[in-house]
């Protein structure tokens, strides 16, 4: 029988403080990105080893990870949905780990493929779980901020490896960075298997947990049934669209355009990402929290207000010919890249019962990766391509600068999510099985302006 929860009690699990556990899982987020990122850093000095196409490397950096990470997110939702999601975060970690070492050890462009194949497998397996027990230790009204705190991993990670992987590359090799890289995943992993324990679903929240858990077609007939799930899923994956394009061939644009060497490469991008972007994810999520109390469309009015104050820097950072103003002009960009991430979360959680968390998680992440990572990195990569021959070497930024497009368009899907969520969320709020919703009395709050 389950212990009642207490307001005591509903901040730790099994003696285990919650705020322990979300450090936990942050990291695991960190390490992920490291384990993600690492090859773009790198990616110039691979693309001239293996004689590679801007294209061929969009390929290699996305799309060969995406669709892995991307389509078995989904399978392996469905299992943490069942069975317990601590031992799925840590098998898959050591899982991504163990395959980013191996990629230090690719002979050729094939190999590496194959690896990267791999760290989207391990890959896949973490973020939809920790998305479902962030969901059980925090309240909806305080949960955008927790995965805001989590999400923020991702910069740390770009911070990491775009910094020391930089330096790596430049005295050791690129090899040496995939190694470096992939060992503390390995380390953590035994960290986390003893000392983070699995918390009771609807553990915060005193929800009753029904036990059976749906499909993933129910799952996803449920989400696509509502129009906020649809418009703001959409508009996710054409924000990750031009992120993940930007984290892809950044390195190489400031390589080509301003001539800038591995190391200063590195140290630039680590700021940028790890600290601008590390303070846009946090804020977004706090923002969406403390705004949201009163009007929950601000779950999407946050996302929008980044795109807007951040869309007019971004012709001075790809076209300015001078490396100053160009890394100045990224900061607002840079601080937008990841905004969006946990306020859709949020609102994604909001819209299913407890058991089908995991599998609403990979199936907004999903959309994001498919069209974010697996069509951006290699659409741009194309573009770049077929604007070299008249463009030359400033072919990279007009590519990269076309992105600016789906962050627009993907500002009026976050609008046209706005205009349903408080009826999409108020469907689901008197389901008997859960759904993590915000108290009613506060969704009825929440009235046309």
């Known amino acids: 029988m389950d212990t009642p929860v207490t307001p005591a009690t509903a901040l730790s699990v099994r003696g285990v403080s919650r705020t322990y556990i979300l450090w936990m899982v942050m990291l695991v987020y960190v390490v ?6 690492i090859l773009n850093i790198i990616l ?14 969009g390929i290699l950096s996305g799309t060969s990870f995406a669709i892995t990470y991307a ?23 050591a899982l991504f780990s163990a395959a980013t070492v191996f990629c230090g050890y690719a002979a050729n462009a094939l190999q590496l493929v194959g690896a990267r194949f791999f760290t989207g497998v391990g890959e896949a397996g973490t973020g939809p779980a920790i998305q479902s027990v962030i969901s059980d230790l925090y309240e909806p009204k305080e949960r955008a901020a ?16 775009f910094f020391a992987g930089g330096q790596i590359e430049q005295h050791f090799g690129w090899r040496a960075a995939f190694l470096a890289a992939g060992v503390p995943g390995l380390a953590l992993f035994l960290l986390f298997m003893f000392t983070v324990p699995e918390p009771r679903r609807g553990h915060v929240e005193a929800l009753a947990d029904a036990k059976g858990a749906a499909g993933l077609l129910e799952t996803a007939r449920v989400l696509w049934s509502n129009p906020t799930f649809r418009w703001m899923s959409i508009g996710c994956g054409l924000s990750a669209f031009g992120g993940y394009a930007g984290i892809t061939f950044t390195p190489l644009f400031l390589s080509v355009s301003h001539g800038m060497a591995p190391g200063p490469r590195g140290l630039a991008l680590a700021l940028l990402t790890g600290i601008a972007g590390g303070i846009g994810t946090y804020l977004s999520g706090v923002m ?10 601000w779950n999407l009015y946050v996302p929008i207000l980044f795109v807007v104050f951040s869309v007019p820097f971004m012709p001075f950072f790809y076209l300015s010919p001078s490396l100053a103003v160009a890394l100045a002009a990224a900061i607002i960009p840079t601080a937008a890249g990841a905004a969006y991430v946990s306020p859709a979360y949020a609102v994604t959680l909001m819209l299913v019962p407890l058991r089908m968390r995991a599998q609403a998680a990979a199936i ?21 391509d077929l604007l070299r021959p008249s463009l030359g070497s400033d072919s990279v930024r007009w590519a990269m600068l076309a992105t600016a497009i789906t962050w627009i368009i993907s500002g009026y899907c976050y ?9 999409d969320v108020k469907r689901v709020s008197g389901n008997a099985s859960g759904p993590a919703v915000a108290p009613a009395s506060l969704v009825d709050h929440n009235t046309v302006p």
């Open 288 to 297: 969406a929290d403390r705004f949201s109390r009163n009007n929950l469309r």
């Open 44 to 57: 110039p000095e691979i693309k001239h080893e293996f004689a590679l196409t801007d294209f061929e490397s």
């Open 364 to 384: 907004l992440l999903f959309i994001l990766n498919i069209i974010g990572y697996g069509l951006g990195p290699p659409a741009v990569g194309e573009l770049s």
């Open 146 to 161: 927790a995965l805001s705190f989590y999400s923020a991993g991702l910069n740390i990670g770009l911070l990491i490896a």
């Open 415 to 423: 609008w046209r999510a706005s205009r349903t969520v408080v009826e």
């Open 32 to 37: 992920n990105y490291i384990d993600r990122t």
């Open 71 to 93: 389509v078995l997110g989904m399978p392996l939702a469905w299992l943490a949905d069942r069975v317990s999601r601590r031992n799925i975060i840590a098998f898959s970690m």
